[in-house]
C-alpha cells in the first residue's frame, strides 16, 4: 500500500497482486524506507514519517 500512498500505481498493483514480490519486494522497501532512501513518484525523498 505505501507505493500506492506515494503515488507509484504501476508499482503498487504489481506489489498487491504478487504478494510483494513473495515478501522480498516488501522488505526491500521496508529497509529503504527505514534507511531514509525512498522517495515518491515525482522523485522527492521521503523523509518524515
Same mark, same amino acid.
Given at each position: ?8 500505481? +504501476? ?7 504478487? +504478494?510483494? =514480490? ?20 515525482? =522523485? ?6
Amino acid at each position: 500500500m505505501h507505493r500506492l500512498y506515494t503515488g507509484k500505481i +504501476f508499482t503498487g498493483i504489481l506489489q498487491l497482486i504478487t +504478494f510483494g =514480490g513473495l515478501v522480498v519486494w516488501q522488505l526491500v522497501d521496508v529497509i529503504r524506507i527505514l534507511l531514509g532512501m525512498y522517495s515518491d513518484a515525482q =522523485g522527492r525523498d521521503i523523509t518524515e514519517w
